[in-house]
């Protein structure tokens, strides 16, 4: 069975859900206990596989202390992500279903239309309907590939934000404590 579910892993180019896993096997008497196979997959850690809980589904992935090797194969760079895009990304994951203007409202700046049709081609942006205001301005959400790109399982699991008061109170603290001349040099996480 544990074979079974490996090359269903191996063949699908999206995460598998136990739904999904279960309509595929439930009515193969030949795959009978692939619940018990696919928790014996989870938890082992070993070896150059690993099965990843990812997008609400599972994924099986190259273990990650194999990436040096593997960029060595894979010479081509990657598409670098601009810092507005970061940002637009960030505010999009954390304030979702967000407006345009409400993005532009938190970034502080004006978001270009080439920066949300690139988040939009990689696929990890997407319309998830419009807001009943005038206008009827288009809700930006993030996709379950945002989620399989950043091996998140779902979007709890992104880091929390520290609140801006307690942001300025651990400035304070630090002003406090150094001088203005070294307050540069203090790096702020």
């Keep these: 069975m544990r074979e079974a579910l490996l090359a269903l892993f191996l063949s699908s180019a999206e995460p598998l859900s136990r739904e999904h896993l279960a309509a595929l096997l439930d009515d193969d008497p030949d795959c009978a206990g692939w619940e018990a196979a696919l928790e014996m997959l989870l938890a082992i850690g070993e070896g150059p596989l690993q099965l990843v809980s990812v997008a609400g589904g599972y994924r099986l992935q190259i273990h990650p202390r194999h990436n040096a090797l593997l960029a ?10 601009s810092k507005a895009m970061l940002e ?31 988040l939009q081609e990689r696929g990890w942006i997407t319309v998830a309907g419009h807001r009943d205001t005038p206008g009827r301005p288009a809700l930006w959400v993030t ?9 998140l399982s779902s979007l709890e699991a992104l880091p929390k934000v520290m609140a801006a008061e307690r942001l300025g109170e651990c400035e304070k603290r630090i002003r406090t404590k150094h001088d203005k001349k070294d307050i540069g040099k203090v790096i702020i996480i």
Excluded at 72 to 81: F, N
Excluded at 93 to 102: G, L, V
Aim: aromatic letters at 8%; a neutral charge.
């Design 72 to 81: 060595r194969l894979h010479v081509e760079a990657p598409r670098p992500l």
């Design 88 to 118: 637009t990304l960030a505010v999009i994951a954390y304030q979702q279903p967000i407006t345009r203007p409400e993005i532009e409202h938190w970034r502080g700046v004006a978001v270009s239309a080439q920066i949300m049709q690139q």
């Design 143 to 151: 996709t379950p590939d945002f989620l399989a790109h950043f091996s």
